[in-house]
Structures are given as C-alpha cells and as structure tokens.
C-alpha cells in the first residue's frame, strides 16, 4: 500500500534534501507535486488542500535549527503534518465492562473476517472475547463466523435457524453470553452493498439497545473516495468511535487512509494487513507517517522479529556461526524463523516494506521476491538424510539426484543452493568476512545465512540499494534495533 504514494513523496524529498534555505518559492513548488501526488491517491480534495496550507505556514515560519538542514526541516514538517492528518496518537479501543463492540460497514469491506481477527488479538491480549453472529443476510454468513471462531477457539453465538430479526437475535444472545462469562463481545452485522435506510435503521435501533463502548467502521481502503463518503455517511448516522482499514496489503492508493480520520474526526484504530487471522496491527499514525514517507518502520519490525524469533535460539545460532560450526541443520532452524517472522509480516514483501528507504524499489524488488523460495530450500533440506544435513560435503551426484528427486526441485537448484551455502560457510571462517555477508543480507545477526541463500528470488541483495540505514551496510549503516536482531542483547523474546 502507498506505494505510488511513496514514490512521489521521496521525489519530492530528493530534491528537498539539498536545499540551502526554505523559500515560498521552493516550497511551493514542493507543495505542487505533493498535492498532486495526494489527489492521485485519492485523498479527498479539501483533505489535501487544508494539509497542504498547514505545511505551508509551518514551513515559510520556521525556524531552521543549527543542527539540520532546512531540508531536513521541511521533511519533519511533512511528517508531523501527517502524523496529526492520522490522528496522532494511537487510541486504544474503550473496554471498560461491559465491553461491547459493534462491527459495521458495507458488504465485502472485511467485517467477519475482521472480526474475528479482532477477538484473537484480544484474546493473545488476556482478555476473554466472544463473537455474535448478526448478518442475517448474507448466505452462509452466521456459519463463515462460527468456522472462524472454531479456528481461532473463541465462542461464537449462532442465532436461531430461519431467523431475520437483527435485534430479537441480539436479546437472544444475552444469556448465552452470560453464561460464557466473556468480558469483551463483539458483534458481527449485516452489510449492503451500499447504504441505505434499512440498514442504518436496523443499525440505530441495534446501539440503541446495545449501547456498545465501541462501533468500529470496517472499510476497504482500496474503495478510495467511496470509503470517505461511507465513513462520513455511517458517523453521521449511527455515530462511529473508530474506524478498522482493510487491505493496506494491497496495491491500493491509499487515499482513504488519509482522509477518513479527518473526514469523521474519529480514529483509525486497526489496519489488516493480511488475510491470515493474526494479521490485524494497531494503528499508529507516527509510524504510519513514516512509512507513507519512505522511511520504513523500524519499531514494526522488531516487534515482528521479537514476535517470531527466541533470543536464546537465535543466541546459540549465532554461537555457532562465529565457530564456523554451522550446518543444514542450523540453516533449518533459521529457515522457521524466517517463516515465522515473513508470516507476521505479510510475506517478504511486507517485511521489506519496514526497511528504511525500501518504500521506491519495492516495485522492482518484486521480480526478485519470492515467499516460495523458502518453502524450497525447505524442501531440499528435509529430503537430506541427518547425515547429509550434518555433512553437506559428502553430496556426490548420486545423492544430489535423490534429494532433488526427492524435493520436487532440479539439480541445479540444488546446486545452487549448495555453492551458495558453501561460499557462506568460507566467509564464517574468516571473522574479517563476516561483514561481507552482514552487507549481503542486512546485518540480520543470526538471520545472517539467510540473505545469501535467499539471493536467487528469495530476497533481494540490500547491498545494491546503495544502503540503508540501520542494514549493517552501506554508506548509511546504523544502529537500528534491526540491526542486532538476533545478536546477543538484541531485539529477540526475552528470557522469562
């Protein structure tokens, strides 16, 4: 998502970077191509109009600190302007008891799937979420809830066969809910194809009994403009508390992102990123702003990583890394941590999508990108006896033949694989090299195989994109928490 969006913004910021003062001139024209880039992505127009005034005045008053350039000003002019058009700052969702939250929006936006995605973050969160099914409408809507549910082990109520009654179906369910002594119960409704009376009548005389803490707006934020209409229209007549995006995974504009909050003054609180049930993270504007300026997501990714990867495992990799002890075995270990962490990202792309300046080459990292890669280097790995695991030199062409056979795969590929992680296991054994493969692959500590092996359509090589920073290499090399994943004291799960 953002992506063209991104694209513009860091145009814009090239040429900003170098500015020796900030003119009304050079900002206006840094504000034409912004504006351009907004309306493109389908921020509505007095959205954009209003952001693009309050840069304006920002920029032309400020003050140029002695410690960055007037650039650099102007960028965290865009960024906090952004920031406070998302909202600010992060609003928790309201769940003092009893904690109801009602689930609304048109038809396809993502309301069932969304929430149940809802009630397994709450869950892993400690509370005791159930689901009411209230889409009396929509064929095999009630049974896609309960399967969902029956997924996730969280108590769905089915409302009687052959009723149609939205609000009987919810008294219905209050002693049930009693009985599985939930503290937080969310309702799943019926949607339209587009509003209409019917719906938003069904929908008053439903929060009117309810009396939810939460009604949270599920909107598609591929529907650009109409996703702004819907919020406004929903907010006006029912009164929303928050809003849930859907499908910031996608090849979207964007715009709806941009424009909701300020449209209906209420905050965007969840964003799916995914179609996988864990795939639903907090909003955050600030970070939000910085990956809609190009500037990735640092925090996002560690929580990924630390989400994913045990900090005594990836310790003891790393141990053996630096004695040049490591072998297929090992490389297995990685290769599940690296799946975990892709599976919380949304895939390879997605993980990429966190690094700091990613945001413009994505597009082209997408013809070296491929999620399959790991599954078939996992493949060959696991047709290997433990034997071969452990002693990867003993592969005669009789053996390499079986494990490919065995795989699905070529023999090339197998061999490619094999020089690869040979040429890995040269560079462990001169602690001067190891640099080299952090370059290579980013500076991803006991992930540090990975980047190599991956090379051949798995995972881009970092060190052509003239370096990022925090990556462990190139010109910008930092001190990103990324950058120590998987080291000791890094950004793994801690010890309890």
Not at 156 to 166: C, D, I, R
Request: hydrophobic content about 45%; charged content about 25%.
């Amino acid at each position: 998502m953002f992506g063209t969006l991104t694209d513009k913004f860091e145009g814009v910021f090239r040429r900003l970077r170098g500015l020796g003062k900030i003119s009304e001139s050079n900002v206006s024209d840094a504000l034409r191509d912004v504006r351009l880039a907004l309306l493109e992505a389908d921020v509505d127009f007095a959205v954009t109009r209003d952001f693009l005034a309050a840069v304006k005045e920002k920029a032309l008053g400020a003050e140029v600190l002695k410690s960055v350039t007037p650039g650099q000003q102007l960028i965290k002019i865009f960024h906090d302007e952004i920031t406070a058009l998302l909202g600010g700052d992060a609003v928790p969702l309201d769940l003092t008891p009893p904690a109801r939250i009602l689930m609304v929006g048109l038809n396809g936006a993502g309301k069932t799937t969304t929430s149940a995605k809802l009630a397994l973050k709450l869950k892993k969160e400690g509370r005791r979420p159930v689901l009411v099914a209230l889409d009396l409408y929509r064929p095999a809507a009630v049974e896609q809830l309960a399967t969902l549910g029956r997924e996730i082990e969280v108590p769905v109520y089915q409302p009687a066969a052959g009723e149609t009654k939205v609000l009987r179906a919810a008294q219905a369910a209050e002693a049930w809910i009693a009985e599985q002594r939930a503290d937080v119960i969310i309702f799943d409704t019926a949607g339209r194809q587009e509003v209409d009376e019917a719906l938003i009548g069904e929908l008053k005389e439903l929060r009117q009994w309810l009396k939810p803490r939460e009604v949270l707006l599920v909107a598609d934020a591929a529907t650009g403009q109409q996703a702004v209409s819907v919020a406004k229209t929903f907010h006006e007549a029912i009164g929303i508390t928050g809003i849930v995006l859907t499908k910031l995974d996608g090849d979207a504009r964007g715009g709806a992102a941009l424009s909701m909050r300020r449209v209906t003054q209420q905050p965007i609180k969840y964003a799916g990123v995914g179609e996988k049930m864990h795939q639903l993270d907090v909003f955050v504007p600030d970070r939000m702003a910085q990956r809609i300026l190009g500037m990735g997501d640092i925090v996002g990714l560690v929580e990924q990583a630390a989400e994913a990867i045990d900090e005594a495992d990836a310790m003891k990799m790393m141990e053996r890394m630096t004695a040049a002890d490591f072998d297929f075995n090992d490389f297995l270990g990685q290769l599940k941590m690296m799946k975990k962490l892709t599976s919380g990202a949304g895939g390879m792309m997605g993980l990429l999508s966190l690094l700091p300046g990613v945001g413009s080459k994505i597009k082209e990292m997408k013809t070296q990108v491929d999620d399959r890669k790991l599954l078939h280097i996992e493949a060959l790995i696991l047709s290997m006896t433990p034997k071969e695991r452990k002693r990867p030199e003993i592969l005669n062409a009789k053996r390499r033949a079986r494990i490919a056979a065995g795989a699905g795969r070529s023999v090339n590929e197998l061999n490619g694989m094999l020089q690869q992680f040979g040429d890995m296991r040269k560079l462990m054994k001169n602690p001067g090299k190891m640099g080299q493969m952090a370059k290579m692959m980013g500076g991803a500590g006991g992930m540090g195989g990975m980047g190599g092996l991956m090379g051949g359509g798995g995972m881009p090589d970092f060190s052509k994109l003239g370096g990022m920073p925090g990556m462990g290499g190139g010109k910008h090399s930092g001190g990103s928490k990324f950058g120590q994943m998987g080291r000791p004291g890094g950004g793994g799960k801690r010890k309890r």
